[in-house]
């Protein structure tokens, strides 16, 4: 198991920065991959970031990272724009399984034009 908890969200103006924290619980998070994804009003969750992909939509502006110590994901987003306003969710998968199976609670990211 798996327990994930997000923070970092608010409100910033376009072009602004935040980052978003995961922070991890269970003893199977040390062979968990991790991810982001969001869900903006009216629309699909949509999938941010992995370790190694990263939507189109975000690519130069938003990077993950990892701290194992701390058992802690980020995501730093900069440059951020009206159409990144979403809630933001952490979660993983059992590697080699690629279907992520636990999630976060979710963080609203709220970007003004």
């Known amino acids: 198991q798996v327990q994930l908890v997000e923070s970092g969200g608010g409100l910033v103006q376009a072009g602004g920065s935040l980052r978003l924290s995961c922070a991890a619980s269970?003893?199977?998070?040390?062979?968990?991959?991790m991810g982001w994804f969001r869900q903006a009003p009216g629309k699909e969750r949509e999938f941010v970031a992995s370790a190694t992909y990263y939507a189109d939509s975000v690519k130069g502006r938003f990077t993950i990272s990892r701290d194992s110590a701390k058992n802690t994901v980020y995501l730093q987003m900069n440059n951020l724009k009206p159409e990144d306003t979403a809630v933001y969710f952490c979660a993983a998968r059992v590697v080699p399984s690629t279907q992520y199976v636990y999630w976060g609670q979710g963080t609203q990211v709220t970007v003004s034009s």
């Open positions: 269970g003893r199977t998070f040390s062979s968990a991959a």
